[in-house]
């Protein structure tokens, strides 16, 4: 019976060695990671046969390496390419397009690893790009942890890995350098391609779209990655069109939309490669763009209300008959002052000035707010400083 090396990769990469186990041990760890309410679950060395890895929600990885093998050695970067290794040229530094310089490292991103991953981009004369993969994993917890540390030992980094469930976002490697997440398409190396090739794994299935139920406009940890992308002039669009549906026909994966065209890819619209990650996801979404906010509606100026206009229509209004008005719409901003403040009744705000009206003034003059007034000062015919205290408190100017 075959015996395993067993040691947990924390966070942070450093190595628990836990000693020898046996067949048994790791089938029983297997079975527990495949209870749907048990949060982890296990992934095999794609180029190491029996070499079984354990994601854990709380960011360790389980690995179990077979007694015997060759040692493990953590795949180093590609060497540099040749300059004359593709037709024409590269540009120099100061020949590269607009747009060719932004980000690097993302503000906040978990940092995963030495940071080393890749090297210099074979193409930088071409258009900037962006490749989307889905790990295949849950998402949530501390999965990014666990994940990242799986993706550096099977030597398969992207630049980034994100969570949509908790919106963080962790970084392997420079933006401005290639990933190594894809498989080359014959000699050309598909990680290298473009100005830059920004390659994302996020957490989740290709089956169930991680967009699903997924709001960008509350994640600034995907809008940071966006910002990132754009600052390398990558275009909002999806030039292979959008990410087809898993399972499903997949794409053709044409080499010359790859090669020519900037913008966002899924890892099934890559040539040379054949997984159909990240599924149906909703390019919307994907590329969300704040909108800015709507500049405010202008304060509509306050109506303007003459002392002398109210004075006139006092004196014509009262004696003239039933309804006569003098100055009607200004004796209305009036009235519907008197009416909030309880003094007059909403039947007698029509814009004549009578008695009513004259009654509910007075009120007002003689109250505290409206300067406590007595006597003939306090007699409904309005002055400038009462009518100044009820414009104060219902939006309109007094004027003389």
């Given at each position: 019976?075959?015996?395993?090396h ?8 450093s190595?628990t060695?836990?000693?020898e ?14 209870i ?18 354990v994601?854990?929600?709380?960011g360790?990885?389980?690995w ?19 300059v004359?290794?593709?037709?024409g040229?590269l ?8 747009g ?11 940092r ?22 889905s ?6 917890g ?7 540390s ?13 969570c ?22 014959g ?11 920004i ?10 779209p ?8 509350k994640?600034p940890?995907w809008?940071?990655i ?6 390398w002039?990558?275009p909002?669009?999806f030039?292979?069109?959008?990410p ?33 990650d ?5 390019t ?6 704040a909108?800015?906010?709507?500049d ?13 206009h109210?004075?006139a229509?006092?004196?014509k209004?009262v004696?003239?008959a039933?309804?006569?008005t ?8 009036v ?5 909030a403040?309880?003094?007059?009744k909403?039947e007698?705000?029509?814009?004549s ?18 300067g406590s ?14 009518l ?13």
């Amino acid at each position: 019976m075959p015996t395993y090396h067993a040691a947990v990769v924390h966070p942070n990469q450093s190595v628990t060695y836990c000693g020898e186990v046996d067949q048994a041990h790791v089938d029983t760890a297997r079975a527990i990671a495949e209870i749907d309410t048990v949060p982890r679950f296990t992934r095999e060395h794609s180029s190491r046969p029996g070499t079984v890895f354990v994601l854990r929600d709380d960011g360790d990885l389980d690995w179990y390496e077979p007694v015997g093998a060759e040692p493990f050695i953590i795949r180093r970067p590609d060497p540099e390419p040749a300059v004359g290794a593709l037709t024409g040229d590269l540009p120099g530094a100061d020949e590269l397009p607009r747009g060719a310089t932004g980000t690097v490292w993302i503000s906040g991103a978990i940092r995963l690893g030495d940071g080393s991953i890749g090297g210099a981009m074979d193409t930088p004369g071409n258009p900037p790009r962006v490749v989307h993969h889905s790990t295949e994993s849950p998402a949530g917890g501390k999965y990014l942890e666990s994940v990242g540390s799986y993706l550096i030992r099977v030597a398969s980094e992207p630049q980034l890995i994100y969570c949509p469930v908790t919106d963080r976002v962790g970084q392997f490697g420079p933006l401005n350098q290639s990933g190594r997440a894809l498989r080359n398409d014959g000699t050309r190396r598909t990680n290298r391609e473009g100005r830059v090739c920004i390659q994302i794994e996020v957490l989740g299935y290709a089956k169930s779209p991680w967009t699903n139920g997924w709001d960008p406009a509350k994640k600034p940890g995907w809008q940071k990655i966006l910002s990132a992308a754009r600052s390398w002039g990558v275009p909002d669009v999806f030039p292979a069109g959008p990410p087809a549906k898993y399972p499903g026909a997949g794409k053709a994966r044409s080499r010359s939309v790859w090669q020519s065209k900037g913008g966002h890819f899924s890892h099934g619209d890559v040539p040379g490669n054949d997984h159909q990650d990240p599924g149906a996801i909703s390019t919307v979404k994907v590329l969300y763009k704040a909108t800015a906010p709507a500049d405010p509606a202008p304060t509509p100026a306050k109506p303007k209300v003459s002392v002398a206009h109210l004075v006139a229509a006092a004196k014509k209004d009262v004696p003239a008959a039933e309804g006569h008005t003098t100055y009607p719409t200004e004796v209305r901003i009036v009235e519907d002052a008197l009416v909030a403040e309880g003094l007059l009744k909403r039947e007698f705000a029509d814009g004549s000035f009578g008695s009513k009206t004259v009654t509910a003034y007075a009120a007002w003059q003689r109250s505290k707010a409206g300067g406590s007034y007595t006597g003939s000062a306090a007699d409904g015919v309005p002055g400038l400083a009462s009518l100044k205290r009820l414009a104060a408190r219902h939006a309109f100017t007094a004027t003389t």
